[in-house]
């Protein structure tokens, strides 16, 4: 993220950046790159199926991701994730137990996420919306392949999400 900067953003002078800092002599500011942090939801409905979204937009555009997205500055995570799942689903959900964190990039941009991860519940139907372009549930045995999920952390978290399932007869 810092890679491109060559000015400072308060006084306008060259920038040094070195690894993940960036400090300008000028002026003293130091800006320190970090993740940027995202709150997502395995949404699950009554029949034990969860919810996945088909992304309409790149990164990953046409593979199944699970729903939510980047908080906004200042932004507790689970109104994040409240908010997030209303633009992009028209759904209004209940966090029920928080599955976990997990690292990621975010495409080829190089930008780091960190990922928080809600088990959520919701009434009504959910439509498509937003950034993406279509919901679909799945039973937990047929959830889509590794390849067709958007980006690394969805098989993760989908596979913690499996583990902590009841056996089911089959």
Not at 117 to 122: L, N
Not at 137 to 147: H, R, S, T
């Amino acid at each position: 993220m810092l890679a491109e900067w060559t000015h400072c953003p308060r006084c306008g002078a060259h920038i040094d950046v070195e690894g993940r800092k960036a400090h300008c002599a000028a002026c003293g500011y130091t800006q320190y790159e970090s993740s940027s942090p995202t709150a997502s939801a395995v949404l699950v409905d009554e029949a034990g199926r969860v919810l996945l979204a088909r992304r309409a937009i790149d990164p990953e555009r046409g593979k199944w991701d699970l729903p939510g997205g980047f908080l906004e500055t200042g932004e507790h995570p689970l109104d994040g994730l409240r908010r997030e799942l209303r633009e992009e689903t028209g759904l209004d959900v209940e966090p029920q137990d928080f599955l976990g964190v997990w690292m990621d990039v975010y495409g080829d941009s190089g930008e780091a996420t960190l990922n928080l991860y809600w088990v959520c519940r919701a009434s009504g139907e959910p439509h498509a919306a937003d950034d993406i372009d279509e919901v679909r549930w799945f039973a937990p045995d047929d959830l889509p392949d590794d390849g067709e999920l958007a980006f690394t952390v969805n098989a993760l978290v989908l596979a913690a999400w499996r583990q902590q399932q009841p056996e089911r007869a089959g």
